[in-house]
C-alpha cells in the first residue's frame, strides 16, 4: 500500500514569490494534517481537516498561508508571498479518524526562501 | 511554558547503555500520549502509543503518570541503530473547539556511539 505522497520534495524560492505544496494521503485515511518543522524542533501543527473540513487551522498564519482539501483526499498547502522565516520541512501527516490514530508522515517538503 | 516539553539532550551513550527520555505536559486533560521517532531527515514514525498502566515492545518500556503530567521513555540495551530523536506526542482537549489537538514536543536526540 501506498504511503503518504507529498510534492515537490524541495523547493527554493526567492522571496515574496508563492509557492504551493501538494499532499496525496493514505487512501481511507479521512484526517489529514500539516505541519511546520524547523531544524531542531518537532513539527508544529498548521491546519487538520476531518474528511473535508478544517478542523483546526489556529496555528495557521493566515494572512500569507492557505489550504483546502476540497474532495476530502488530497491537500494543498499554499504559501503567498513567502518570507524568509518560511524556510522549514512541510509535513504532511494522515491518520484513520481523529487523532488517537498512528499518524503516517510523507517525506515532506523542504523549502528554501532565499 | 509550553504545553509540551522534553529533556534537552542531546544524549550520548554506549552500546547496551540503558538510557530514559521524560517528557512533560502542562493539559491536565491531555487524552493520549505517544512516542514518536525521527532519523535524521527522514520523517517521524510512531514507536508506540502510552498506555495508563505502562507498556513495553522489546527493548522499549513506556510509562504514564497523570498525576505528575509526564511521560516516560526507557531503552535497554541501546543499539547504534537506535540513534534518532524522539519526539513526545500529546493529544489534549482543545480549549478553542470541540476536536483534540495534537501537540509535538520539541525531541530529544539520542547517538549511541560503539
Known amino acids: 500500500e501506498a504511503g503518504v505522497v507529498q510534492s515537490p520534495r524541495y523547493k527554493i524560492i526567492e522571496k515574496k514569490q508563492p509557492v504551493a505544496f501538494w499532499c496525496n494521503p493514505i487512501?481511507?485515511?479521512?484526517?489529514l494534517y500539516w505541519y511546520l518543522q524547523n531544524l531542531g524542533q518537532g513539527p508544529e501543527l498548521l491546519i487538520r481537516?476531518?474528511?473535508?473540513?478544517?478542523?483546526?487551522d489556529s496555528q495557521l498564519p493566515k494572512d500569507r498561508f492557505s489550504a483546502e482539501r476540497l474532495k476530502g483526499v488530497d491537500s494543498t498547502l499554499k504559501i503567498q508571498p513567502a518570507e524568509l522565516g518560511d524556510s522549514a520541512v512541510y509535513l504532511c501527516?494522515?491518520?484513520?479518524?481523529?487523532?488517537?490514530?498512528?499518524?503516517?508522515f510523507g517525506p515532506g517538503t523542504r523549502l528554501t526562501v532565499l | 511554558r509550553k504545553e509540551v516539553e522534553q529533556d534537552p539532550g542531546p544524549f550520548n551513550v554506549p552500546e547496551g547503555a540503558t538510557v530514559a527520555f521524560n517528557c512533560t505536559y502542562s493539559?491536565?486533560?491531555?487524552?493520549?500520549f505517544f512516542w514518536y521517532r525521527q532519523d535524521c531527515r527522514k520523517e517521524p514514525k510512531l514507536l508506540m502509543s502510552?498506555?495508563?498502566s505502562g507498556n513495553e515492545d522489546g527493548r522499549f518500556t513506556a510509562q504514564l503518570n497523570r498525576a505528575s503530567q509526564y511521560i516516560s521513555l526507557l531503552i535497554r540495551d541501546s543499539k547504534l541503530s537506535d540513534s534518532a530523536t524522539y519526539l513526545c506526542?500529546?493529544?489534549?482537549?482543545?480549549?478553542?473547539?470541540?476536536?483534540?489537538?495534537?501537540?509535538f514536543g520539541p525531541g530529544t536526540s539520542l547517538s549511541v556511539i560503539p
Open positions: 501527516a494522515s491518520s484513520q479518524r481523529g487523532p488517537n490514530n498512528e499518524q503516517f
Open positions: 487512501s481511507g485515511h479521512n484526517t
Open positions: 481537516y476531518e474528511n473535508e473540513e478544517a478542523v483546526d
Open positions: 493539559n491536565s486533560a491531555s487524552q493520549s
Open positions: 502510552v498506555y495508563s
Open positions: 506526542v500529546v493529544n489534549s482537549l482543545s480549549m478553542k473547539t470541540s476536536y483534540d489537538k495534537v501537540i
